[in-house]
């Protein structure tokens, strides 16, 4: 197969409406071969079935050393922050899961939860009585503290993080550069901390994982500083998106905002409906063929580096009316992934947007959107969706 040119999935028009862009893919080519700006060839599963097998299939490697193709594009971390989940496949990929795997088990979640509301409180305080960009007043940052709670990261230090995330995620042109940029920023600063946590440990997940490296071998150095990377990137972005993707549904549908008020539809319906709906992540983590291949009755060669299209499933006709926002649903989404790759961080992620949304309504009862629906911007990315800025008025 020919690969499409990079405009056919990577224009503006699926930055502002992906939804549309997928559903054509989905009819016309559900297992799609394109090539990203830089020249890579990918491979995109759209339809639900075949994602959700894909997602679970011991043929594609998370390991880019499996992969046959070129190009760069936001496909591979450089090489001292390699040794993290994302990157894995098993036994290593178990080994290193299970050592986090406790701190972000729902159960030791739950117990976060007067810290995540105490900070929701102390965010939303802060709030005037003029319009107000939610996504600057209270999905951004409330993450991001969260995480670097648990973590052990010092307040001083959190806004450089947030920062370089955001410079992570970013689909401008240049971003790959920016991307790396920093990332060695990141790195340069967790090796620093590591090394004062080990002089002085605290009670967090980080000197936990020093711990486990020190006392009980259970892994390497370069593993320990990637590790923690990926908790703190990730346990930051998915968060950050559900909270400002949920407000954002409930703004745009009036009745199922009366229902969450009037106490008739909870608020984990909420979330897990706008993980369908509207996911925060648009791709799951690419993966790469370890041998020659068909997927939807397409043959992908041994090497092919493949991306499964989390939203284009979840709107695939596997559910009803999928493109209604209905959280009446039985939740059987991928927004989290599926299988041994599963989000850590789920648990977490869906505590922080209970509590950030039952909290916004609770304090701005007449809560509604500052600005026209259609006037909002998306942040152009091809792998998260989550928007710019949230207006919001009361």
């Not at 990261?153 to 993080?161: A, G, K, S, T, V």
């Not at 008739?264 to 993966?287: A, D, Q, S």
């Not at 006709?317 to 959280?327: A, T, W, Y």
């Amino acid at each position: 197969m020919t690969p499409a040119p990079p405009a056919a999935l990577f224009g503006d028009s699926l930055m502002s409406d992906p939804h549309t862009v997928y559903r054509d893919l989905r009819q016309e080519s559900p297992v799609h071969c394109t090539t990203t700006p830089d020249g890579a060839t990918v491979w995109v599963i759209t339809r639900y079935q075949d994602v959700r097998a894909a997602l679970t299939d011991d043929r594609l490697s998370l390991n880019k050393a499996n992969a046959h193709t070129t190009g760069q594009y936001q496909s591979s971390m450089p090489p001292e922050l390699d040794a993290h989940l994302l990157n894995m496949d098993p036994p290593d990929h178990t080994r290193l899961r299970r050592l986090v795997a406790k701190a972000f088990a729902a159960r030791h979640v739950e117990t976060l939860r007067p810290r995540i509301q105490a900070s929701t409180d102390e965010l939303l305080s802060a709030i005037s009585d003029q319009p107000t960009d939610l996504m600057e007043a209270l999905a951004n940052p409330l993450p991001m503290t969260v995480i670097c709670e648990l973590l052990g990261i010092p307040d001083q230090d959190r806004q450089d993080f947030r920062g370089w995330t955001n410079s992570l995620l970013a689909a401008a042109p240049g971003a790959a550069l920016e991307s790396r940029a920093a990332m060695r920023n990141m790195h340069r600063y967790l090796v620093d901390i590591i090394a004062a946590k080990r002089d002085t440990p605290t009670d967090d997940l980080l000197s936990a994982m020093i711990e486990a490296r020190d006392e009980h071998d259970s892994l390497s150095e370069p593993e320990l500083v990637a590790m923690a990377f990926l908790v703190l990137f990730g346990g930051y972005d998915n968060a950050v998106n559900l909270i400002g993707n949920a407000t954002l549904a409930l703004l745009l549908h009036p009745d199922v905002l009366a229902s969450v008020r009037d106490g008739h539809t909870p608020i984990r319906n909420v979330l897990e409906e706008t993980l369908r709906w509207n996911p925060p992540f648009t791709l799951g983590v690419r993966r790469f063929a370890l041998e020659d291949l068909a997927i939807g009755g397409v043959e992908i060669p041994a090497g092919a580096r493949i991306w499964v299209s989390l939203i284009s499933a979840n709107r695939d006709d596997q559910f009803e009316e999928s493109d209604r926002f209905r959280p009446e649903r039985t939740p059987a989404h991928l927004g989290f992934g599926h299988g041994i790759h599963y989000c850590l961080g789920a648990p977490l992620a869906r505590l922080e947007g209970e509590i950030a949304l039952s909290s916004l309504l609770r304090q701005f009862p007449a809560l509604v959107l500052a600005v026209p629906a259609q006037e909002l911007a998306w942040t152009p990315s091809f792998h998260r969706r989550g928007l710019k800025e949230l207006p919001i008025a009361w």
